[in-house]
């Protein structure tokens, strides 16, 4: 039998494990209504007006954030997986270290991803406009 949960003291490490799997399962779904937004794409232009108006609402650009941020942090754990495979940064020190620097990393590059998604649409729409 298992210990019970209340024996460990939660830590980041394992948040950010629990973190990678959902993000897994995120990136993997939100790669599968890219592949339907592509799709629409090369339907023609009504298909992909259609998907445009999902995408274009707050709710739509919302779940397309979320789905950058787990594809970043599914890709920052992959290289925390690969470095600790190769025999590097793999004792408790180390990882409780690196959890932080890991989030940091994510955030900061979902943030600049994000923030040049949305850049380059506010010069589109200047440019329609004008």
């Not at 399962?25 to 790669?31: C, E, Q």
């Not at 259609?50 to 274009?56: E, L, N, S």
């Not at 690196?98 to 850049?119: F, Q, R, S, W, Y």
Request: with cysteine; glycine share 12%; charged share 15%.
């Amino acid at each position: 039998m298992s210990p019970h949960l209340q024996v460990y003291r939660f830590r980041l490490s394992m948040f950010l494990s629990i973190a990678n799997r959902a993000a897994g399962v995120a990136a993997a779904g939100g790669s599968a209504l890219g592949l339907c937004w592509i799709s629409a794409a090369a339907k023609g232009p009504k298909s992909f007006s259609k998907v445009q108006k999902v995408t274009g609402n707050p709710l739509g650009q919302m779940l397309m954030a979320g789905w950058a941020l787990a594809l970043v942090y599914h890709f920052v754990a992959g290289l925390r997986h690969l470095a600790w495979d190769s025999g590097y940064r793999f004792s408790k020190k180390e990882i409780n270290e690196d959890g932080p620097v890991a989030v940091g990393v994510t955030l900061g590059t979902t943030a600049a991803l994000v923030a040049g998604i949305v850049g380059v649409a506010i010069c589109r729409s200047r440019k329609k406009a004008s």
